[in-house]
């Protein structure tokens, strides 16, 4: 069995839970949140005999093993980095860190600790994505163009089942991270050029609210990603591939040709869930000493992109 500590038990954190209830050899063993009571009744709901408001606490247990982290965005380098400091594995959700300095620092600490570090770069384990990916491998599908829309409507701080959030998310450090993780998974190929432009900064929130990214890759493969936090309609993240041999629309766990005709993805994997498919992968690594897909090393690459994006952006402030 592999002790599981799960940090951070709002929307994401209760998806993980629900996975690793279906995965044989997990043992949810304590359950962290910011405010005790809340920890207290996921622990009881998920059968966890620990629980707690500090990270700290469930380092300390011996018969923890892994630590997912579900926690906000500005704390997940240092949590991870933390993790691995006590001797636990780590899977942290998207994005690893919102610097290319903190990514480069969590790398570094897997290289020192050899413990599994994996970063929750779900499109990689997504079935419809997965389904493309068999056919990219198998020869018979090559990448020509991906045009993805990212649209949320959340002009209030609030996660995905709506209730109040106590950080700000971020387009570009967090939401763009996805594709900009699958576009090189995908083509196997380098992004070499990258353009970013984006709209106002929320009077609240203080973080853009609509943005508009280009990219090409060594290979010459380009992506068009638009993303929003405006968009009052349709939710979600639509990937368009398109290929030499079609066209294929993935929205989540599911997929259609370019003819909106449906592609059955039933049998590409052992779930449906994408969430479940990262946290089998994680503690398959665990248990076989190896590599996981989405590991640090080889999402790095996205966040030093971002990093780019990022600093393109400061020198536009700079310009207005």
């Not at 639509?238 to 909106?260: H, Q």
């Not at 994997?269 to 994408?274: Q, T, V």
Request: glycine share 8%; charged share 25%.
């Amino acid at each position: 069995m592999t002790g599981i500590a799960l940090v951070g038990a709002g929307a994401f954190g209760e998806k993980h839970l629900d996975g690793l209830t279906r995965i044989d050899g997990a043992e949810i063993v304590s359950v962290i949140s910011r405010e005790a009571e809340k920890a207290a009744e996921i622990a009881a709901k998920y059968g966890a005999r620990h629980s707690g408001t500090e990270l700290e606490d469930a380092l300390a247990l011996d018969d923890v093993d892994a630590v997912i982290l579900c926690t906000p965005t500005q704390m997940h380098a240092q949590q991870a980095i933390a993790c691995m400091d006590a001797g636990k594995h780590v899977e942290v959700e998207i994005p690893v860190a919102d610097s290319w300095a903190d990514a480069q620092a969590v790398m570094a600490k897997q290289q020192e600790t050899g413990l599994v570090c994996m970063v929750g770069h779900t499109r990689r384990f997504n079935p419809s994505h997965q389904w493309v990916k068999n056919r990219i491998d198998a020869g018979e599908f090559t990448i020509q163009a991906m045009d993805v829309q990212t649209f949320f409507f959340r002009r209030e701080n609030t996660n995905a089942k709506g209730e109040p959030r106590s950080w700000t998310d971020h387009l570009l450090w967090h939401h763009s991270a996805h594709t900009i993780d699958i576009f090189q998974y995908m083509t196997g190929a380098k992004v070499v050029q990258a353009n970013i432009l984006q709209g106002p900064k929320h009077p609240k929130l203080g973080i853009a609210m609509d943005q508009s990214i280009q990219m090409k890759t060594d290979q010459g493969q380009i992506l068009t990603l638009a993303l929003s936090f405006n968009n009052d309609g349709p939710l979600g993240t639509f990937f368009r591939y398109i290929g030499d041999t079609g066209t294929y629309i993935a929205r989540y766990d599911d997929l259609v040709d370019g003819r909106e005709e449906p592609i059955d993805v039933s049998e590409v994997d052992i779930s449906m869930n994408g969430i479940e498919l990262q946290d089998r992968e994680f503690l398959a690594a665990i248990h076989e000493g190896r590599e996981p897909n989405s590991s640090i090393a080889s999402v790095l690459d996205c966040y030093r992109v971002i990093g780019e994006l990022a600093e393109s952006l400061e020198q536009q402030d700079g310009w207005s």
